[in-house]
């Protein structure tokens, strides 16, 4: 059976070629934190998620330090039952690195994010942004829904994929309960 560029795009990027992602990884590591990018570096993931190769959607490559998850100990002003801290972030890497493409790029509305490619020091994503005030994206039917006013900020409010599945609210069994509220019925 014959498969379509995309099924390809796919299998090629389960098992990328480490010599080539290295190289790119160590130019990435040089480069700015954010870096806005002509095409998406994984086609068939950027597609798959929304994207469109038109005037409004922008591709962002970001770098988040890998680690820092676990909370330091107060050093000093506590009783010693106070003292220790067992908790963890609850985040993942994915969300953080949306929220801060968020928090630089004002005008832009997150839509969705894919991992690249993670090293010793950091981990790699390209965030999928949508302008919302261009009028390619307010006559297209498919995504106008982004520039309704509720959906500003979607990233801190954990609205996007990687932020519901941080809150809790992914079940693979539908008939478990969801997070938002235990007690409800």
């Given at each position: 059976?014959a498969?379509?560029m995309y099924h390809?795009l796919?299998?090629?990027?389960?098992k990328?070629?480490k010599?080539?992602?290295?190289?790119?990884m160590?130019?990435?590591r040089?480069?700015e934190v954010f870096?806005r990018?002509?095409?998406?570096?994984r086609?068939?993931?950027?597609r798959a998620?929304?994207?469109?190769?038109?005037k409004g959607?922008?591709?962002?490559?970001?770098?988040?330090k890998?680690g820092?998850?676990k909370?330091?100990r107060p050093?000093?002003g506590?009783?010693?039952?106070?003292?220790?801290t067992r908790?963890?972030?609850?985040?993942?890497y994915?969300?953080?690195a949306?929220q801060?493409?968020e928090r630089?790029y004002k005008?832009?509305?997150?839509?969705n994010?894919?991992?690249?490619g993670?090293?010793?020091?950091?981990y790699?994503?390209?965030?999928?942004?949508?302008?919302p005030?261009r009028?390619?994206?307010?006559n297209?039917?498919?995504?106008?829904w982004?520039?309704k006013p509720?959906n500003?900020?979607?990233?801190?409010?954990?609205?996007t994929?990687a932020g519901?599945k941080?809150r809790?609210?992914?079940?693979k069994n539908?008939?478990?309960k969801?997070?938002?509220s235990?007690?409800a019925g």
């Amino acid at each position: 059976m014959a498969h379509g560029m995309y099924h390809y795009l796919a299998q090629a990027w389960r098992k990328p070629d480490k010599k080539i992602l290295r190289k790119k990884m160590i130019e990435w590591r040089a480069s700015e934190v954010f870096t806005r990018v002509d095409k998406p570096l994984r086609l068939d993931r950027a597609r798959a998620l929304g994207y469109k190769d038109k005037k409004g959607f922008v591709v962002i490559r970001i770098r988040v330090k890998r680690g820092g998850h676990k909370r330091l100990r107060p050093n000093k002003g506590r009783r010693g039952k106070r003292m220790h801290t067992r908790k963890n972030l609850i985040m993942n890497y994915k969300w953080i690195a949306e929220q801060r493409v968020e928090r630089k790029y004002k005008n832009l509305v997150v839509l969705n994010s894919y991992q690249i490619g993670k090293d010793g020091i950091s981990y790699f994503y390209e965030v999928i942004c949508v302008d919302p005030e261009r009028p390619e994206i307010k006559n297209d039917s498919t995504i106008n829904w982004i520039c309704k006013p509720q959906n500003k900020k979607r990233t801190m409010r954990g609205l996007t994929s990687a932020g519901k599945k941080s809150r809790g609210l992914r079940s693979k069994n539908p008939a478990t309960k969801t997070r938002p509220s235990v007690r409800a019925g």
